[in-house]
């Protein structure tokens, strides 16, 4: 994208042209590589919570230690894994995806105030 066939003789962006730029394609990519695979992690534990709490009820109400069943432990791990998976995509959305945004970002903005 370093070519400025991004901005037509008005200033306009060409959006079609930044989507297909392979720097554009570069950061789908790798934020399609992040989230994908924790999106299907995340649905599995999910749905595997939500089996165990329909077909296997008694070792979901096993006491872990006074009231506390597994299946308690588990619902709280849902909540847990959320908080996780958020802050794990924070970081990484940090370190990796933001400075190629914010190179996109400042190309497509001189591009314009050149134009």
């Known amino acids: 994208?370093?070519?400025?066939?991004?901005?037509?003789s008005t200033?306009?962006?060409?959006?079609?042209?930044?989507e297909e730029s392979p720097r554009f394609r570069e950061l789908k990519?790798?934020?399609?590589?992040?989230?994908?695979?924790?999106?299907a992690f995340f649905l599995i534990w999910y749905f595997v919570y939500v089996l165990l709490?329909?077909?296997?009820?008694?070792?979901?109400?096993q006491r872990v230690w006074g009231d506390i069943t597994v299946g308690l432990l588990m619902g709280l791990g849902q909540f847990v894994t959320t908080f996780a998976i958020t802050m794990?995509?924070?970081?990484?959305?940090?370190?990796?995806l933001d400075p190629?945004?914010?190179e996109i970002r400042e190309e497509l903005e001189k591009g314009q105030a050149d134009a």
């Open 88 to 96: 794990g995509y924070v970081a990484f959305a940090n370190r990796k």
């Open 29 to 39: 990519k790798t934020q399609r590589s992040f989230i994908f695979p924790l999106a």
């Open 1 to 8: 994208m370093t070519d400025h066939s991004t901005a037509d």
């Open 11 to 18: 200033g306009a962006i060409d959006y079609i042209a930044v």
């Open 100 to 102: 190629i945004a914010t």
């Open 53 to 61: 709490a329909a077909f296997a009820t008694e070792f979901m109400s």
